[in-house]
């Protein structure tokens, strides 16, 4: 039989040495240098783990790592992110079955943006808003392990943005051996998707490795027209240097993103909005519309007859789906070393490189001949003929995207001093500078199918001049156009000691994160707001206040300017773990973070008394976490309880300020959260392997919402938080029946989740199960060959995923806004056939 249900490293024994400590965590390779000296490729590296599901944690922070073992029993091509949402502490919501149009996270109430998110330790948090774009990650089956820390992040974490915890993965390592696979994949909704891998094994005099994968997904969106395609290319070379753990390693990313986007159902429409005192779903379109749960964007679309002489306007909304994709072409380079200076003296470097082109949301305006941006200071008689009628009178559509391109730079360095067997140093220094340009070149939309128009380009006129909109100083249109430049210096400290004959580990550190914003903003903006206008206009009038007006425009705008703004801090990370009775361990840690206000909160500005400009109502968030925890690992269970108290101050939200008539951010106080996690992996027999969670979640705003300028308040003091599920369960169960056949199956229990700051709206609990199977051909001669089946949501359980939060649901109270919910995916299946060589 073969060890795919075997726990590996099956010893009885908890305690070893200091340096095989968390392994599976490793955000770098100097916290891998420091956690673990010897290093071995089986399993979770280094970890003892059940399934590759449930794996001995020996850190003193609360922890959850799964490994490839598992990871390849998930559908082909899925987010690791899905993946991740059986362990503890995490709500992810997928956007669709397959994982190619993202998804939310929320990990013990955090939202992705204020989570770390790393890839072979390099930060992949956005630059300037931390978004995490799930759907853009690693293919799974190069995943050689993931983790979440709940609660902290890493003491190196090179990051000015999680006030939550830190979700990490590493790639695998080459094999020792020539070889490779090619898989291909069938599945409901036209899933069609190929990939392969090619293992070089050890080659030349120095025994250099590498490994080349490619992989191509293309599929339907499960609701409604349009369809969704990835291209993925990986590469990774690996030189060790000597026998002593040494290495140095190079890897290669690109991903390439072209999506139709789903639209999700109003909540509350038709007969009103629920009553949340029974805890009922929402009414929402999805019971109105003829389409049901399939409600989506606009299947049709007529383009208006073009007439010269004759006004011409498009009739048509916003919602067409051919109008509605989603680019991202996203890729890096990540350099990984490990050096031995001396004997006990170690130094690590990771340098690396982000590449970043993408847009999303609406993308569209009508825009009318004659407007003000095309015509400026002329008379309305006179504009931009758009769509070639030979006259100036017609309402045309264009493309208006904002496009974000980043190139961004990194470096993570760790020099490691062992004192001796007991005691080690570390010194850790990061890097992280990011150019962040924003702009939006209108472009134009193709007609040439009047009943299916599709963008030229879909980053409008960015790569192409012939493709802009022109007015008539010669003017290229934009939508925004501004520069900002994001630069993180870190220097981290931290010293590990082992005491009572080694049953005590103590971690004292701290990082200290120097962050800096330089912010370019070309258009004007107005004042008190995000709005701006990118114009060749000319001002007709300064104020005294420093503003300036446009002719046949009211707002008072805000010049073209540059500035900068810093952020600094010292934070804490301590934590202790004790071993003790052979197999039983208890740990307990602190630590504290800082997250900077994001570029649309500092572009966001007003103009003061004294002539200067900012944003007067956003200052860094900040946090505190204390974890604890039990800990029992034996050679067929491994269990962890742990509690948490969470303080996070400064909290930033976007409130709808109704005298601005826009969004605005604002901090608004703190939030308390405290909480248990619960997760057991049992293996009775060596063919059997079972794995469970619960996760039990208590957090309360602390504050009343200042809402507006004016000072009106919501009343969110004592509510929850919106989109965090208190309650939280999962079960997996994987058996092994001989060796050709093993099945699983799990599910996940997601409780209730308010919609609304003031908790005037909240959706049902909702299950989902699924199932997978798997034919291995190995006993037949083909060794890593199989046919893998399976069957996402297999009760067709309907619920709503993300949700698209605001501060009230109840018309006429302050706050109010409609709200909107994505749609969970139906059933699935799917088969994957693997041949290996």
Known sequence: MSNRNRLIWATTALVGSMMAAGAASA??????????????????????????????????????????????????????????NLTPGLSFTNADPYGSSGGNIRLRGFDGNRVSLTFDGIPLNDTGNYATYTNQQLDPELIERASVNTGSTDVDSPTASATGGTINYVTRRPAQEFG?????????????????????????????????????????????????????????????????GDFVALSGHYNENRNNNYNGPNLGTATGFCDVAQ?????????????????????????PTVRPGVRDDDLNGTNYFGLRINPS???????????????GLILTVDPSFQ?????????????????????????????????????????????????????????????????????????????????????????????????????????????DESNRVVNLDGYALQSRDRKSIAQLNQFSVEYIGRFLNDALTLNIGARAPFFERELNQYCYTQNASSNVLCTSEVPNATLANGNVTFAGRTPQYIAPYQREVKFDDILPNVGATYRFGGGQSVYASYSESLSAPRTDSLYAVTRFADGSIGNPTVQPETSTNIDFGYRYTSGTLIAQVSGFFNTFDNRIVSTFDEDLAQFVDRNVGSVESKGIELSAGWSPIEALSLYGTASFLDSELQDDYVFNAAGARLPTKGKKQVETPEQMY???????????????????????????????????????????????????????TYLQVNVTNLFDEQYYSNLGTRSSATPGQLGYSRLFAGVGAPRTAMATLRYAF
């Open 27 to 84: 955000q770098s390779t100097g916290t891998e240098a420091t956690e673990v000296e010897q290093v071995t490729v089986t399993g979770v590296r280094g970890q003892r783990t059940i399934d590759g599901l449930a794996t001995a944690e020996t850190v003193a922070k609360t922890r959850n790592t799964v490994g490839q073992e598992f990871i390849a029993t998930q559908t082909a091509g899925q987010t690791i992110l899905q993946t991740l």
């Open 730 to 784: 999962s079960l997996r169960a994987s058996y092994q029946f001989n060796d050709v056949f093993t099945a699983g199956i799990q599910g996940k229990y997601t409780g209730e989740r308010w919609v609304t700051d003031v908790n005037d709206l909240k959706v049902d609990a909702y299950t989902v199960v699924d199932i997978d199977a798997r034919f291995d051909f190995a006993p037949f001669g083909f060794e890593g």
């Open 329 to 343: 072409n996203t890729g890096n380079i990540r350099g990984n070393s490990r050096f031995t200076l001396a004997e």
């Open 180 to 244: 490779g696979w090619i898989q291909g994949s069938l599945g409901d909704f036209n899933y069609r998707r190929v990939m392969a891998l090619l293992d070089t094994g050890a080659v030349g005099p120095w025994g250099t490795s590498a490994w080349f994968a490619a992989s191509y997904t293309n599929y339907d969106k499960f609701k409604g027209l349009g369809e969704l395609e990835k291209t993925q290319y990986n590469a990774r070379i690996y030189q060790p240097l000597g026998d002593n």
């Open 355 to 463: 590449y970043t082109l993408a847009n999303g949301g609406t993308q569209q305006l009508l825009l009318n001949e004659n407007d003000l941006l095309l015509r400026t200071s002329r008379p309305a008689t006179q504009g931009v003929d758009l769509n070639g009628d030979g006259d100036v009178l017609d309402r045309v559509r264009v493309m208006t995207p904002s496009n974000t391109n980043t190139h961004r730079y990194g470096l993570n360095s760790s020099l490691i001093w062992d004192l001796n067997a007991s005691h080690r140093l570390r010194a850790a220094y990061a890097f992280d500078w990011g150019r962040h340009r924003q702009n939006g070149h209108y472009g134009f939309v193709d007609f040439s199918d009047p009943t299916a128009p599709r963008f030229v380009d879909v980053f409008g006129g960015r790569n």
């Open 279 to 303: 805890t009922q779903v929402c009414v929402s379109d999805v019971e109105t519309s003829p389409f049901g749960w399939g409600v989506d964007f606009d299947r049709t679309y007529t383009a």
